[in-house]
């Protein structure tokens, strides 16, 4: 039996890795000069913590400020903590790493995004493929950040 080595996990892993890591230096040390973020996450995802009505007029993804008032900034192992301020209403939120589907910082002109699938993992029982063994694997696939930087 052959083994793959699952390079677009391990890249995700990385990424989110590297989130973690910006959130917890902005956790101890506050947001350096003009960098700001927005972090657009699936309101959907098992984990996420929000207030009731904010989940309703965000039924499927939000994206979120981290720029001038935020509040109660904890990083930790499998997602952080914040709150922010919506129409003069503080509110917490709890986002999962793996909740997050793209992170920019147009300041420096950075943008991470995540590719999900169609389907649940846990309906892959669900799903035959039939491939032919001798086809063609395809070629690795680039992703662009143009679409983040600024004109």
């Not at 995802?45 to 979120?64: C, F, H, K, N, S």
């Not at 846990?122 to 070629?139: G, L, Q, R, W």
């Amino acid at each position: 039996m052959s083994r793959d080595i699952d390079y677009g996990n391990l890249m995700h892993t990385a990424m989110r890795g590297l989130i973690k890591t910006v959130l917890a230096d902005v956790a101890q040390h506050g947001l350096p000069g003009a960098h700001h973020f927005f972090i657009t996450f699936d309101t959907r995802y098992e984990g996420v913590q929000l207030a009731d009505w904010l989940a309703d007029r965000y039924p499927g993804e939000m994206t979120i400020v981290m720029q001038h008032w935020y509040e109660n900034l904890d990083v930790g192992e499998d997602g952080f903590a914040i709150t922010l301020n919506f129409g003069d209403s503080p509110e917490p939120l709890y986002i999962p790493y793996d909740a997050i589907r793209t992170f920019v910082d147009p300041s420096v002109e950075f943008g991470l995004r995540f590719e999900s699938p169609d389907f649940d993992e846990d309906d892959d029982d669900d799903i035959e493929v039939e491939e032919e063994p001798d086809a063609p694997k395809p070629d690795a696939e680039v992703v662009s950040l143009d679409s983040f930087r600024k004109p």
